[in-house]
């Protein structure tokens, strides 16, 4: 089939005024041009779509039948078209957001309510889960994008940075660290360490520090959330190795947060998409929004 919007656009102006002339004057074309168009169209068809006389162009029972069904199409067109205009506008749509529980009660609460105040028309949804459950999320198209620490080696997915983060010491106020401006590796060796379990890439991380500074890794405690394992410091179980933004979960606790070195080990906090799929315009909107708050959770020296 080879008939145009334009067509059907100039055979709907005819059916409209009844007049080639008037016509032509409101497409602004000439009216040979839209004359031919009209037989085109018709050819097209194989039906005549008008019956012309000297004074009036009038539709056919053919020509009613297609003005109903192209009229309709022409609606629906320009619903569409509005539909693409608002969601590249970031008037309507939809953001479903992936995030593990820290960073979604400490990041994204405060992101989310200023993003919504600058993008009423879009729903947010909000899945608080593990990260190989937000890779997953993210690949599968079941979140848009998805906020967290990723391994290199996953793949399907594109990273961006929001942000770089250090691992901290958190102790008590009855620890030795508590009033040390920094803490060492190596001075753990002989402290009860509360850790979370192996599957946390941070537990990595600490293994990663404890190997490096030659020094056994026998935790008191293994928990699977880091605000589980602030209580536990809190409590005086012992000292626990964790993320910088974990500060934010520990401000209303007996907890400090001490800077480790010797190593420094950090890791990036980044936004997720799935590779090869389209970045939204509401997903690039709020990336923009939560690299800020992400960056107001990180002591200055670690940015």
């Known amino acids: 089939m080879k008939i145009t919007i334009k067509q059907i656009q100039q055979f709907l102006a005819v059916a409209e005024l009844g007049?080639?002339?008037?016509?032509?004057?409101r497409l602004g074309t000439a009216q040979p041009a839209l004359s031919q168009a009209i037989r085109d169209l018709e050819d097209e068809l194989s039906v005549r779509l008008f019956d012309r006389t000297t004074r009036r162009v009038e539709l056919t029972d053919a020509g009613r039948e297609f003005q109903n069904s192209t009229t309709k199409v022409m609606e629906e067109l320009e619903h569409a078209v509005e539909g693409v205009h608002m969601l590249a506008e970031r008037r309507r749509g939809r953001l479903r957001i992936a995030a593990p529980p820290l960073l979604a009660s400490v990041v994204l609460p405060q992101a989310i309510a200023e993003f919504q105040q600058s993008y009423p028309g879009i729903a947010?949804?909000?899945?608080?889960v593990g990260t190989e459950q937000i890779v997953e999320a993210v690949r599968s198209g079941k979140a848009d994008c998805g906020l967290?620490?990723?391994?290199?080696?996953?793949?399907?997915?594109e990273r961006v940075a929001l942000v770089r983060d250090s691992l901290m010491l958190f102790c008590d106020d009855r620890s030795p660290f508590a009033h040390a401006a920094t803490?060492?590796?190596?001075d753990l060796a002989?402290?009860?360490?509360?850790?979370?379990t192996r599957d946390s890439g941070i537990r990595l991380?600490?293994?990663?520090?404890?190997?490096?500074s030659e020094i056994p890794l026998k935790p008191a405690f293994e928990v699977s959330q880091v605000t589980t394992a602030l209580a536990l410091v809190e409590a005086g179980l012992g000292v626990a190795v964790l993320p910088a933004y974990a500060l934010a979960a520990a401000r209303h606790r007996k907890v400090a947060g001490k800077p480790l070195v010797d190593p420094n080990i950090a890791r990036e906090v980044a936004m997720i998409?799935?590779?090869?799929?389209?970045?939204t315009p509401a997903t690039q909107a709020f990336v923009a929004v939560v690299r800020r708050?992400?960056?107001?959770l990180i002591p200055r020296e670690n940015n």
Request: charged share 25%.
């Open 19 to 25: 007049n080639f002339s008037r016509a032509s004057k």
């Open 124 to 128: 947010v949804q909000l899945a608080d």
């Open 148 to 157: 967290g620490t990723f391994s290199p080696a996953e793949e399907g997915i």
């Open 183 to 186: 803490a060492r590796w190596r």
């Open 190 to 196: 002989d402290q009860p360490l509360i850790t979370l």
């Open 205 to 212: 991380l600490v293994e990663v520090g404890f190997e490096t």
């Open 273 to 279: 998409h799935a590779t090869g799929r389209s970045v």
């Open 293 to 296: 708050y992400a960056q107001r």
